[in-house]
């Protein structure tokens, strides 16, 4: 493997997990329910089928790809600054428009303001009707919001997993050394293995105990977001990238083997959605079907694409769906902001017709979220290739 290697179907792989997520907040918004007619969806979009895991597995593959070239490698404090700088920004953002968005949406304001003193009454009546907004707002600017959600509203919601990711973030460069040093393949497959039981661990505590909250929803809300979770499908993802370095996955490389193996593998992942909501009635079960065995399926999908082989890896290589992909992690932030102030300004219009819950709000917001995304990446890689270039020409002078 060149140190330089880089897997194209990642990138449309990202751009359907994160159109499953914009989705799932579709459906949870009463957006999406022109579609209950189309039942064959609602396991994909309730489960969803590739829930944020996916983006650990993902990452974790992704980042151990960097840190196998020795010259790539970069300490702990610069690397997680790097991260805050390329995420941080946009959580802080999208936190403050959905909390302005959630104060006007509980205002009770049916129309638009026709002056500044309805906006300020407007606010007032906002805040009064919220739960805790000042701590709410702290929590999550300082992304501790996952760690005790039932001290604060949810705000913009999918921002729970940078709390995940930082903390991967932070172990990254000594997790990468660990693995890397590790030659036997079967202890490798071990580790594999071993990366699961804290998930089954944690889906038995979740539904046989009331540990931490006795209350359902608070308690799922918890070990859904619970980041010791997500490091641990995190470590899933720099370890199947350890066996790809170890020709564990060389059969793939077939066309026909790679084929059969992503459609399997997509039929189980949906079996698993559909059991989740329909067959399993123990939460513990519930637990472990909605997210430990998903991963699993995530994970060897995952491997199933690296090679670019297959009939699903060569639709995510078409160079359009690969560049709107690189940009997908701004869609998952930014769609529940889109929708609430999209569900905020139709209602105080009176837009009956042009409401949320239609198929053109749901085409008008996936232009927007998956035009925009891309079109502001190109823009930051271009000024950061300018900035580099201007260094460079300045150090020969």
Same mark, same amino acid.
């Given at each position: 493997?060149?140190?330089?290697?880089?897997?194209?179907?990642?990138?449309?792989?990202?751009?359907?997990?994160?159109?499953?997520?914009?989705?799932?907040?579709?459906?949870?918004?009463?957006?999406?329910?022109?579609?209950?007619?189309?039942?064959?969806?609602?396991?994909?979009?309730?489960?969803?089928?590739?829930?944020?895991?996916?983006?650990?597995?993902?990452?974790?593959?992704?980042?151990?790809?960097?840190?196998?070239?020795?010259?790539?490698?970069?300490?702990?404090?610069?690397?997680?600054?790097?991260?805050?700088?390329?995420?941080?920004?946009?959580?802080?953002?999208?936190?403050?428009?959905?909390?302005?968005?959630?104060?006007?949406?509980?205002?009770?304001?049916?129309?638009?303001?026709?002056?500044?003193?309805?906006?300020?009454?407007?606010?007032?009546?906002?805040?009064?009707?919220?739960?805790?907004?000042?701590?709410?707002?702290?929590?999550?600017?300082?992304?501790?919001?996952?760690?005790?959600?039932?001290?604060?509203?949810?705000?913009?919601?999918?921002?729970?997993?940078?709390? *995940?990711?930082?903390?991967?973030?932070?172990?990254?460069?000594?997790?990468?050394?660990?693995?890397?040093?590790?030659?036997?393949?079967?202890?490798?497959?071990?580790?594999?293995?071993?990366?699961?039981?804290?998930?089954?661990?944690?889906?038995?505590?979740? *539904?046989?105990?009331?540990?931490?909250?006795?209350?359902?929803?608070?308690?799922?809300?918890?070990?859904?977001?619970?980041?010791?979770?997500?490091?641990?499908?995190?470590?899933?993802?720099?370890?199947?990238?350890?066996?790809?370095?170890? =020709?564990?996955?060389?059969?793939?490389?077939?066309?026909?083997?790679? *084929?059969?193996?992503?459609?399997?593998?997509?039929?189980?992942?949906?079996?698993?959605?559909?059991?989740? @909501?329909?067959?399993? @009635?123990?939460?513990?079960?519930?637990?472990?079907?909605?997210?430990?065995?998903?991963?699993?399926?995530?994970?060897?999908?995952?491997?199933?694409?690296?090679?670019?082989?297959?009939?699903?890896?060569?639709?995510?290589?078409?160079?359009?769906?690969?560049?709107? *992909? =690189?940009?997908?992690?701004?869609?998952?932030?930014?769609?529940?902001?889109?929708?609430?102030?999209?569900?905020?300004?139709?209602?105080?219009?009176?837009?009956?017709?042009?409401?949320?819950?239609?198929?053109?709000?749901?085409?008008?917001?996936?232009?927007?979220?998956?035009?925009?995304?891309?079109?502001?990446?190109?823009?930051?890689?271009?000024?950061?290739?300018?900035?580099?270039?201007?260094?460079?020409?300045?150090?020969?002078?």
């Amino acid at each position: 493997m060149p140190k330089s290697a880089y897997f194209p179907a990642i990138d449309g792989l990202r751009l359907l997990a994160s159109l499953n997520i914009v989705f799932l907040h579709l459906a949870s918004s009463a957006a999406f329910g022109y579609a209950a007619k189309y039942t064959w969806l609602k396991p994909i979009v309730s489960g969803p089928a590739f829930s944020a895991g996916l983006f650990f597995v993902l990452a974790g593959f992704l980042f151990a790809s960097k840190f196998s070239d020795p010259d790539r490698r970069i300490a702990v404090v610069p690397f997680m600054f790097s991260r805050i700088a390329k995420l941080y920004r946009l959580h802080f953002i999208c936190t403050i428009i959905m909390f302005v968005a959630v104060v006007f949406k509980l205002s009770g304001m049916t129309t638009l303001p026709e002056n500044v003193s309805d906006i300020g009454t407007a606010f007032v009546n906002g805040l009064h009707n919220m739960t805790h907004p000042i701590r709410s707002l702290l929590l999550h600017l300082t992304l501790t919001w996952s760690l005790v959600p039932e001290l604060g509203m949810k705000l913009n919601e999918p921002s729970w997993a940078l709390t *995940g990711f930082f903390i991967c973030y932070a172990f990254t460069p000594a997790a990468a050394r660990f693995f890397f040093k590790i030659k036997n393949v079967k202890l490798l497959w071990l580790l594999f293995a071993l990366t699961f039981i804290p998930g089954i661990v944690q889906g038995i505590l979740f *539904g046989c105990t009331h540990l931490y909250s006795p209350e359902y929803g608070i308690r799922f809300r918890y070990f859904h977001m619970f980041p010791a979770m997500h490091l641990c499908e995190y470590f899933f993802g720099m370890i199947i990238f350890r066996l790809y370095q170890e =020709r564990q996955f060389d059969f793939l490389y077939k066309n026909f083997v790679a *084929g059969v193996c992503q459609a399997v593998l997509l039929i189980a992942l949906y079996i698993t959605c559909y059991a989740g @909501q329909n067959w399993v @009635q123990h939460q513990a079960v519930y637990f472990i079907v909605r997210h430990s065995i998903p991963i699993l399926i995530s994970g060897l999908f995952i491997m199933s694409l690296i090679p670019a082989k297959g009939f699903l890896a060569r639709i995510f290589c078409i160079p359009i769906v690969r560049t709107i *992909g =690189r940009a997908s992690f701004y869609p998952y932030l930014l769609h529940l902001p889109l929708i609430t102030i999209g569900w905020g300004v139709t209602n105080a219009l009176g837009w009956q017709k042009f409401n949320m819950n239609s198929p053109f709000a749901t085409l008008l917001l996936v232009v927007i979220l998956y035009t925009a995304s891309p079109l502001y990446l190109h823009f930051k890689t271009k000024r950061k290739k300018a900035k580099l270039a201007a260094q460079a020409s300045a150090a020969e002078k």
